[in-house]
C-alpha cells in the first residue's frame, strides 16, 4: 500500500472516531425497563406544536432534520409523570440541510432498509417506564422501539407544569443506531457516525 493511501486511511479511521466519541449515548442501550401501569390524569401531546429534530453525523458532514410524532400522551399525579408513550411517525422524515436532489436522495436512502425500512416499520415508539427527580430537571427511563427491536435508555429533560399538569418537556437523547440494526457503515471514505441524537420539544393540549 502506498504511504499516501496509508494516510488516507488512517485519516478517515481517526475522523470515524472522533465522530463517534463526540457524542456518547446518555445510557447504553440495555434490556427493556418494566413499565408502571398508568395512574393519575391522561394528557394528549399536541402533535402539531410538538417537535422531534434528529442530528445525524459522518466524515465529511452533519446532516439534520424533523420528524413528525404521529401520537402521544403523558399521565401525571400530584405533580409528576406516572407513564407516557409516544409514537414517532418514520414516513415523515424529512431533511433540513440539504435541497433538490441531494436532500430527495438522503431522505429516500434514510428510509430504505439500509436504515430505518419505513415500508416494513412505519413507527418507533418510545413508552416511558419512570420519570424521577435530579439534581437538574428529571430522569427519564423508558423503551424505545426501532425496527421491531426494544431497548432500554435513559437520558436527562426539562419538564414544566402548570399546577399538576404537563404543559411542556425538553430533552436530548444520544442513541448507538447499531443497536436497534441501523448498521449501514457509509462509504469507506466517509464512514458514518454510530450515533444519532433526538432533540425533543413536547407540548401538551
Not at 436532489?101 to 419505513?118: I, Q
Not at 426539562?158 to 425538553?170: C, L, R, Y
Amino acid at each position: 500500500m502506498k504511504q499516501s493511501q496509508i494516510l488516507t486511511t488512517a485519516l478517515v479511521a481517526f475522523s470515524a472516531l472522533v465522530l463517534n466519541c463526540g457524542q456518547k449515548p446518555a445510557q447504553l442501550a440495555g434490556d427493556a425497563y418494566p413499565v408502571a401501569k398508568a395512574s393519575g390524569t391522561n394528557f394528549n401531546l399536541d402533535v402539531n406544536q410538538s417537535k422531534i429534530e434528529w442530528i445525524g453525523a459522518k466524515v465529511s458532514m452533519k446532516h439534520n432534520g424533523l420528524v413528525n410524532l404521529k401520537s402521544g400522551n403523558l399521565s401525571a399525579k400530584g405533580g409528576e409523570i406516572t407513564s407516557g408513550k409516544f409514537i414517532i411517525d418514520l414516513p415523515s422524515l424529512v431533511n433540513s440541510d440539504l435541497e433538490g436532489t441531494w436532500k430527495a436522495k438522503l431522505e429516500g436512502h434514510l428510509k430504505s432498509e439500509d436504515f430505518f425500512n419505513v415500508e416494513k416499520f412505519p413507527e418507533a415508539i418510545f413508552e416511558i417506564a419512570s420519570v424521577t427527580k435530579a439534581d437538574k430537571g428529571y430522569d427519564v427511563r423508558g423503551n424505545l422501539t426501532i425496527k421491531g427491536i426494544t431497548k432500554g435508555i435513559s437520558f436527562p429533560a426539562e419538564i414544566q407544569f402548570e399546577g399538576e399538569k404537563p404543559v411542556s418537556a425538553k430533552a436530548k437523547a444520544v442513541i448507538n443506531r447499531k443497536d436497534w440494526g441501523i448498521v449501514y457503515p457509509g462509504m469507506p471514505d466517509d464512514l458514518i457516525s454510530d450515533t444519532v441524537e433526538f432533540n425533543l420539544n413536547l407540548v401538551t393540549q
